[in-house]
């Protein structure tokens, strides 16, 4: 393959997720006319249309959405390779993006990201926080760690990092006052502080006394969108909540909230580094991932 083959191929590629050649020719810092010649003269190898254009948009055909997966896989793989190579002689530096959950993120990513910026010199962290699942490529994310299912996506790479595990707690004050439950069914004659957004709380991973997992959706008489002021209302007496061992292991320790219903957490959702296939993993991605893998393989609240 000649090396105008393989321009084409990722001016074709960055088209597609650009959605116009404007934006192609941003990513790839040359003129909106050198996109569309060299997708063009792609298309004339190829024998075959592979983008539909319009004077707003382009999008692609269907020979053009599978000839545009196949690129995506050969280019990670070329990328991988050279990341490889990379990897082995370079010192994580340069500028990296990385975009984490608001309370998980602070709590146990942070302190992670803080050591690794303290043996790195060379490199230059810009971390957000936030529960709003970012667009990677469109805000120039180079690393995102996200909590539960991920998006289907071919332009997203990813690691599994963390199994969160959950349990139900409450505060002894408020089992004192209102009862300890002896059954999900109990919980409708209790006070039950929900995590949840937009009108919709999230459901509860419950084991059953018959050891089977389900899901159970509380009718939550306290709704809040942040895990840490979920913590604080249910120190605070407000009722029953269903809480992260990585929020709440340190309460539990000390006694200030009790697991009700089972004395074992449950594995309720999975975290996930991801990161844009479209870019190789840089030694700066690279390091920041092992560490996070390392760090989450046996952390301490996980105990609780």
């Known amino acids: 393959m000649e090396s105008a083959d393989l321009q084409g191929i990722v ?34 190898r190829l024998g075959v249309r592979l983008l539909n254009r319009t004077t707003r948009s382009l999008s692609p055909t269907s020979e053009g959405v599978s000839y545009y997966e196949a ?11 050279q990341s490889l190579l990379a990897s082995r002689r370079q010192i994580p ?29 060379d490199l230059t962290m810009e971390i957000s926080f936030n529960d709003r699942r970012v667009d990677l490529i469109e805000e120039g994310i180079d690393l995102a760690i996200r909590m539960g299912e991920l998006d289907e996506s071919l332009s997203l790479a990813a690691r599994r990092i963390y199994a969160q595990r959950s349990a139900i707690c409450a ?4 089992l004192e006052a209102h009862g300890r439950p002896q059954s999900v ?23 059953h006394a018959d050891g089977h997992v389900g899901s159970f959706i509380p009718r939550a008489r ?7 002021p979920l913590l604080d209302a249910a120190l605070a007496g407000c009722g029953i909540a269903f809480l992260p061992t990585w929020l709440a292991a340190d309460s539990l320790r000390r006694g200030d909230l009790e697991m009700v219903l089972s004395d074992c957490p449950v594995e309720n959702t999975v975290a996930h580094a991801v990161w844009p296939v ?3 993993l840089t030694p700066k991605v690279r390091v920041v991932v092992d560490a996070l893998v390392e760090h989450f393989s046996a952390p301490a609240w996980n105990r609780a």
């Open 93 to 121: 530096s340069g500028r990296l993006r990385i975009d984490v959950p608001l309370a998980f993120g602070r709590r146990c990513v942070a302190p992670v990201l803080f050591e690794i910026s303290k043996k790195f010199p």
């Open 11 to 44: 001016a074709f590629v960055q088209a597609v997720e650009a959605g116009s050649f404007t934006g192609a020719g941003e990513r790839l810092h040359v003129t909106k006319s050198a996109i569309g010649k060299s997708v063009a003269q792609l298309e004339q």
């Open 171 to 174: 505060a002894p004050a408020y």
């Open 278 to 280: 479209t870019r190789a």
């Open 71 to 81: 690129c995506v896989r050969a280019l990670t793989e070329i990328e991988a390779a």
């Open 222 to 228: 306290l709704v809040l969108g942040h895990g840490e």
């Open 185 to 207: 069914e109990d919980l409708a004659r209790h006070s039950v502080i929900g995590y949840g957004r937009d009108g919709i709380v999230r459901p509860w991973t419950i084991r």
